[in-house]
C-alpha cells in the first residue's frame, strides 16, 4: 500500500499525487469532449472531496478521502488553464466590427 505507514501525512500526499497524475489526461479529454460544464462537475467534486475530508478519523478515511481528492484536483486544476487560454484566445480575436 503506502510505504510511509507510520507517517499520515507522507502517506496521504503520496495518494494524492500518484491518482492526481493517472486522472490528467482522461481529464483532459473529456474537457474536450464535454466542453467547460465538465470543469464545473470537477470543481463541485472538488468541494465535496474537500468538505469530506473534514470528518475524517481513521487512515483508511484519509486515504479514500485524498484519493477522490487527487482525481477530483487532477480535472479541475489541469483543465482550468486549458479552458482559461480556449475562453482567452476568444476575447483577443474578437473584433467589435
Known amino acids: 500500500m503506502c510505504p510511509f505507514f507510520h507517517d499520515r501525512s507522507r502517506c496521504s500526499i503520496t495518494h494524492n499525487c500518484s491518482q492526481f497524475i493517472v486522472s490528467e489526461v482522461p481529464c483532459n479529454l473529456a474537457l474536450k469532449h464535454y466542453g467547460s460544464w465538465f470543469l464545473g462537475v470537477m470543481t463541485f ?29 487532477g480535472g479541475a486544476v489541469v483543465s482550468l488553464p486549458l479552458l482559461s487560454c480556449r475562453l482567452l484566445g476568444l476575447i483577443l480575436c474578437y473584433s467589435q466590427d
Open 45 to 73: 467534486c472538488f468541494g465535496i472531496a474537500t468538505l469530506g475530508s473534514a470528518f475524517v478519523t481513521t487512515k483508511g478515511e484519509l486515504i479514500a478521502t485524498r484519493v477522490f481528492l487527487g482525481l477530483a484536483e
